[in-house]
C-alpha cells in the first residue's frame, strides 16, 4: 500500500512541477529582446554557454528580423567550434544588415575552419568598413580557398590586388609569401614564411603554413617542431592534429604520436586511420594483442590497404594467433615480393594451422637462397609428412637441402630425411660432423640417429670418434657407456664411466648414466646412493629428483621425496619446473587436491611449459572442478587455437555440460584445418549425441576396422541404432561399451535398450546392480528409485534417502520421497519434505499436490484448499492433480466451480475417466 501511495505522489509531484514549469517559462517570455542579449553576455561573460545561447535565441525569437542576437550568436559558436551554426547566423546577421566589416572577418574564420573553401571563394574582403588589417586577413584566407580550388589565374589576380594593401600585419607578409607557392618556388616561400615568424610566432596560419612548407622541402623535423607548437597552442583544431600524428607515424615518433592518437581516439573510437595508427604504435611497444584488436577495427570500418594487413599479421603472428595471421596475410601475399618476410609468417601460420597444403604453395614462392630459409622448409616438410603428404615434404626437403649449408641444418635435413626414409639423411648428418666435429650438437644428432636406426655399432664407431676427436670431453664416453649397457655388457659400462669421471663436462650425464646402469642392473641400493650423493650437492635438481622418485615409488616410499621437492619450491618459488615436477609426483600418488593447489598459482602464458596444461587440465577434471577446468581449456584453446589436447579437454568439458551443439562445432573447427581420426571419432559421438545419423554413420563406416573395435565407438555405434530404431542391434555394442567405461551415460544407454527390447525384468536387475556398485551416480539412482515405487515402495523410499543425503536440494527426490512417506503413513516426515520442494519450486503444481493430500490425510482440509488455490489450473498438466483439486471443491459443496474446471478439460486417461464415473455417482454433477 506505501509503495503504490508513494508513487501516486510522485506522479502528482511531476505535475506540478510541469506547471510551475510553464508559469515560469511563461514569465520568461515577457521580457525584451535587450533584457534577453544582456542575460546572454552576462552567461557568456561567466562561461555559461548553453544558458546564453538559449537567451540569445529567446531573442531572436522575439525579434527574427534583429541583425545584432543574430551576429553575437555567430560569433558565440564560432568560439565554440560549431562553425556550421556559425555560418548560419553570421550570413543571417550579414542579410539583416549587421555591419560587413564586423561580420565578414567572422564569417571567413568559420569557413577557413570548416574547409568551406566554394563559399571563402566568393567573400568580399574589401566590404565597406573593412581595415586593411582585416582586408589582409580576409583576402588571406579567400587566396588559401582559390588555390585549394586550383583557380590559379583568380588567386593570381586575387594576390596581386591584395599585396596593394597597406599594412604591415602578418597575414600581409603570409599573402607575399603566395606570390612563391603559386610559383611552386617553395623554397623561397618557405624563407619568407620563416622571416614573419618572429613577428607572430603564434598566428595559427603561420604555423600551419610554415609546417606545410618545411614537409615539401622534406625537413620533417623541423614540421614536427611546428605542429608540436601549434596543436599547443590550438588544442581544439582536431584536423591539424590528424595531420600531426600523421607525421609522426611517418617518422616512426610513436612515443610523442600515442598521446594525440589517444585523445583523438575519444572522440571517435572506430575511426579507420586513428585505429590504423594506434594499431601500428601498440605493435611497435610490443603489444601485439592490442594492436591486432586495434587493426581489425580500422579494416572494419574500410582501411584495409596493405600496410594495414601486413602489421595486423606481422601482430597476430607475434602472439601466435595463426589463424588471424593467415587472414591478413592473405590478403596481401599476391603482391608480396618473393623474399618478403610476410610469405614466411604466412607459410608458418599455415603450417601451425595444419593447412600444410597452402604452406607448400606459399613456400614455392619463396625464392631466396638464404640460409635462414632452411628450418622453415623443414618444419613444412616435418608437418607434410606428419600429415601424409610425402611428396610435399620431400619437395620441401629438396629446397631445404638447396639452403642447408651449416651443420645444424645438416643435422636437422638428416633427421627429417632419415624420416623419409631416405638413407641421405645420414650422410647428410655425417657431413654436419664433419663440418664441425668439435659440435656436440651435431654429434649427438650423429649418435642419436644411428641409435634410432638400430644401428648400434655406427654410434658406438661415432662415439668412438667423437672420443678421439675430442678426448678431453666426457660426453662421447658417456654414449659408449650408454650403448655398453643396452648390449648388457655392464663390465664395459662400468668401465666407461670410470673413465668418464676423470673428463671434462658432463658431469650430471655421468651420473645419470650411472644410476641407469645400477637401475637395469637390479642394484636399487646402489642406484639410490648415486642420485642422492649427487643432490646432496644439486639439490633442485630436476632430473635427479625424477630419477629419485622413479627409486622410491618402487618402493612405495615415494613421500620422502616429495618432501624434498617442497623444501627446494619453498626455497624457489619461480621455479615452474620444480614446481611442475612437484605437482606430478603428487597426481601420481593420486593427490589430485595438491596438484591443483600447487598449479594454481601459474595463469599460464605462451612461455609456460606445456607439461602446465595438460597436467592442470587433467587433475581439475578429476577433482570434478569444472568451472576451473573450464576456464582453463578456454585459455588453452584462446593461446593455442589447434592444440589437439586443449581440444580433447575442451570437448570433454562440453560433453560433461551436454552441450553438444558446441562441441560439434569445436570438432568440425579443428578437422576443417587438419585430420585427424581421433577427433572424427568424437565428432561422430557428438553427431550421435543430437540424434544426427546419417552423417555419424559416414564417419563410422570410414573409420578402421581396429577403431571399430574399440569400446567407445561401440558406443557410438549403439547410439545411432537406437536412433535408427533398431535396438536388437544396439545391445551388444552397448554392452561392450559399458564394460569398459561403466559410467552413467553407458549405463542408461544400456538401460534404454534393454526397455526398448521389453527385457523389462532384466533392465531392473541391471540398473539395481549398476546403482548397487556406484552409489554415487544419482542420474542411475533416480532410475532405480522411479523403477522401485511400482515394484517395492519399500526400497524405493529407501533409495531417495540416500539420494536426498548426497543432494539435499533435489526436488524431485524431495517430491517423491513426501509422496511415498504419505502412502506409508509417516505424515510428519511427508510434510516435512513436501514443504521443503515446495520452498524449491513454489509453483510446480506436483509440489502443490503433494503437500495438499499431506494435509487431507491431516484432517486439515482447508489448508489443502488453500493450496490448491494458489496455482493456476492452467500449469496443472497432470489429469491425477487437477481431480484431486476437483474433488476437494466437490468435498466443500463448490459445485459451480468444479463443474466450470471439469468442462474446460478433456480427460483422456482410463483412471481419470473412471473418477469421473464416481464423482458423477457421489456427488451428482
Not at 527574427?64 to 564560432?78: I, Q, S, V
Not at 486439515?860 to 493450496?867: F, P, R
Request: aromatic share 8%.
Amino acid at each position: 500500500m506505501n509503495r503504490k501511495s508513494s508513487r501516486r505522489f510522485l506522479k502528482r509531484s511531476s505535475v506540478a512541477v510541469m506547471l510551475l514549469s510553464s508559469l515560469v517559462m511563461a514569465g520568461c517570455t515577457e521580457k525584451s529582446m535587450e533584457e534577453h542579449l544582456e542575460d546572454a553576455r552576462a552567461y557568456a561573460q561567466s562561461q555559461q554557454v548553453d544558458a546564453a545561447i538559449v537567451e540569445y535565441k529567446n531573442a531572436i525569437q522575439l525579434q527574427p528580423d534583429a541583425a545584432l542576437p543574430r551576429f553575437e550568436l555567430g560569433k558565440m559558436y564560432l568560439q565554440n567550434n560549431n562553425f556550421t551554426a556559425a555560418e548560419k547566423e553570421l550570413n543571417r546577421a550579414l542579410e539583416l544588415g549587421h555591419p560587413a566589416n564586423e561580420v565578414i572577418p567572422l564569417l571567413s574564420m568559420s569557413y577557413q575552419q570548416s574547409g568551406a573553401e566554394t563559399a571563402l571563394a566568393g567573400v568580399d574582403y574589401r566590404a565597406q568598413g573593412m581595415t586593411a588589417v582585416e582586408s589582409a586577413e580576409v583576402g588571406f584566407y579567400k587566396l588559401q580557398a582559390l588555390v585549394q580550388l586550383e583557380k590559379s589565374d583568380e588567386a593570381r589576380a586575387l594576390l596581386n590586388d591584395l599585396m596593394t594593401l597597406d599594412t604591415s600585419t602578418v597575414y600581409k607578409g603570409l599573402i607575399d609569401s603566395y606570390q612563391y607557392i603559386l610559383n611552386d618556388n617553395y623554397a623561397a616561400a618557405l624563407s619568407a614564411t620563416e622571416a614573419l615568424r618572429e613577428q607572430a610566432p603564434q598566428n595559427k596560419d603561420l604555423l600551419l603554413q610554415l609546417a606545410r612548407l618545411y614537409l615539401l622541402q622534406n625537413q620533417q623535423e623541423k614540421a614536427i617542431e611546428v605542429y608540436d607548437n601549434y596543436v599547443s597552442a590550438y588544442p581544439d583544431d582536431v584536423q591539424s592534429k590528424f595531420a600531426f600524428v600523421a607525421l609522426l607515424v611517418e617518422q616512426k615518433e610513436l612515443d610523442k604520436a600515442e598521446p594525440i592518437v589517444d585523445e583523438l581516439l575519444k572522440i571517435n573510437e572506430n575511426h579507420p586511420l586513428l585505429n590504423t595508427f594506434k594499431g601500428i604504435i601498440e605493435s611497435a611497444n610490443g603489444n601485439y594483442q592490442n594492436a591486432l584488436e586495434r587493426l581489425e577495427i580500422a579494416i572494419m570500418n574500410g582501411k584495409s590497404d596493405q600496410v594495414v594487413r601486413l602489421v595486423a599479421g606481422f601482430s597476430a603472428y607475434q602472439i601466435q594467433d595463426f589463424e588471424a595471421a593467415q587472414r591478413h596475410l592473405s590478403m596481401v601475399a599476391s603482391s608480396l615480393p618473393a623474399n618478403h618476410p610476410g610469405l614466411r609468417m604466412l607459410a608458418d601460420s599455415m603450417l601451425q594451422l595444419g593447412e600444410s597444403d597452402g604452406a607448400l604453395d606459399v613456400l614455392n614462392r619463396v625464392s631466396s637462397q638464404s640460409d635462414t630459409d632452411a628450418a622453415l622448409f623443414s618444419k613444412a616438410s616435418y608437418q607434410l609428412l606428419k600429415e601424409g603428404n610425402v611428396a610435399g615434404a620431400r619437395e620441401m626437403v629438396e629446397k631445404s637441402e638447396a639452403v642447408s649449408n651449416s651443420p645444424e641444418d645438416l643435422a636437422r635435413l638428416g633427421v627429417l630425411q632419415l624420416s623419409l626414409n631416405d638413407v641421405d639423411g645420414l650422410v647428410n648428418i655425417e657431413e654436419a660432423v664433419k663440418q664441425a666435429p668439435e659440435s656436440p650438437s651435431t654429434q649427438n644428432t650423429l649418435i642419436r640417429a644411428y641409435l634410432a636406426t638400430g644401428q648400434l655399432e655406427k654410434a658406438k664407431e661415432a662415439a668412438n670418434e667423437w672420443r678421439e676427436q675430442s678426448p678431453q670431453f666426457a660426453l662421447p664416453v658417456v654414449y659408449l657407456a650408454n650403448i655398453a649397457t643396452a648390449e648388457k655388457d655392464y663390465d664395459a659400462a662400468e668401465g666407461y664411466l670410470a673413465k668418464a669421471v676423470a673428463l671434462e663436462g658432463s658431469q650430471d650425464e655421468v651420473v645419470f648414466a650411472r644410476t641407469k646402469l645400477h637401475i637395469v642392473k637390479e642394484e636399487q641400493d646402489k642406484a639410490l646412493a648415486v642420485i642422492k650423493q649427487f643432490l646432496n650437492d644439486n639439490p633442485e635438481s630436476i632430473q635427479a629428483i625424477t630419477y629419485w622418485y622413479a627409486i622410491e615409488a618402487s618402493n612405495d616410499n615415494s613421500e620422502v621425496v616429495i618432501k624434498h621437492a617442497t623444501k627446494q619450491l619453498d626455497k624457489d618459488q619461480d621455479n615452474i619446473m620444480l614446481r611442475l615436477l612437484l605437482a606430478r609426483m603428487h597426481s601420481l600418488n593420486g593427490d589430485l587436491e595438491e596438484t591443483v593447489s600447487l598449479l594454481s598459482s601459474i595463469e599460464g602464458d605462451r612461455s609456460t611449459p606445456m607439461a602446465f596444461w595438460r597436467l592442470k587440465g587433467q587433475a581439475l577434471v578429476a577433482t570434478n572442478k569444472v568451472e576451473q577446468a573450464k576456464a582453463l581449456f578456454e585459455r588453452w584453446l584462446e593461446l593455442y587455437p589447434r592444440d589437439k589436447n586443449a581440444v580433447l579437454g575442451t570437448l570433454l568439458i562440453l560433453d560433461a555440460e551436454n552441450n553438444f551443439k558446441e562441441g560439434l562445432a569445436l570438432t568440425e573447427k579443428f578437422l576443417d584445418k587438419r585430420t585427424d581420426p581421433q577427433i572424427s571419432l568424437l565428432k561422430a559421438y557428438f553427431l550421435s549425441k543430437m540424434g544426427r545419423t546419417a552423417p555419424a554413420w559416414e564417419i563410422i563406416n570410414n573409420a578402421s576396422d581396429e577403431a571399430k573395435e574399440l569400446p567407445f565407438v561401440r558406443g557410438i555405434i549403439a547410439r545411432l541404432y537406437v536412433f535408427d530404431k533398431k535396438p536388437e542391434k544396439a545391445l551388444d555394442h552397448a554392452m561392450a561399451a559399458y564394460e569398459t567405461v561403466q559410467n552413467d551415460d553407458n549405463a542408461l544407454l544400456v538401460l534404454a535398450i534393454l526397455d526398448m527390447t521389453d527385457k523389462k525384468d532384466e533392465a531392473y536387475a541391471f540398473i539395481s546392480e549398476h546403482v548397487e556398485k556406484y552409489p554415487n551416480d544419482i542420474r542411475s539412482a533416480m532410475l532405480l528409485a522411479e523403477r522401485q515405487i511400482v515394484k517395492d515402495q519399500a526400497k524405493a523410499s529407501q533409495t531417495y534417502e540416500t539420494i536426498l543425503q548426497k543432494t539435499p536440494e533435489n526436488f524431485v527426490v524431495l517430491n517423491n520421497l513426501a509422496y511415498l512417506k504419505l502412502q506409508e503413513g509417516d505424515l510428519n516426515r511427508a510434510e516435512t519434505l513436501a514443504k521443503r520442494a515446495l520452498a524449491i519450486q513454489p509453483d510446480q503444481a506436483d509440489a502443490v499436490d503433494t503437500l495438499a493430500q499431506v494435509h487431507v490425510a491431516q484432517g486439515d482440509k482447508e489448508e489443502a484448499l488453500s493450496l490448491y488455490e494458489s496455482i493456476a489450473t492452467e500449469t496443472i498438466r497432470s489429469e491425477e492433480v487437477y481431480l484431486n483439486y476437483v474433488e476437494l471443491l466437490l468435498q466443500f459443496d463448490k459445485d459451480t466451480l468444479a463443474r466450470r474446471l471439469l468442462s474446460s478439460r478433456e480427460f483422456k486417461q482410463a483412471a481419470s475417466q473412471s473418477r469421473l464415473e464416481g464423482f458423477k455417482q457421489s456427488y451428482g454433477i
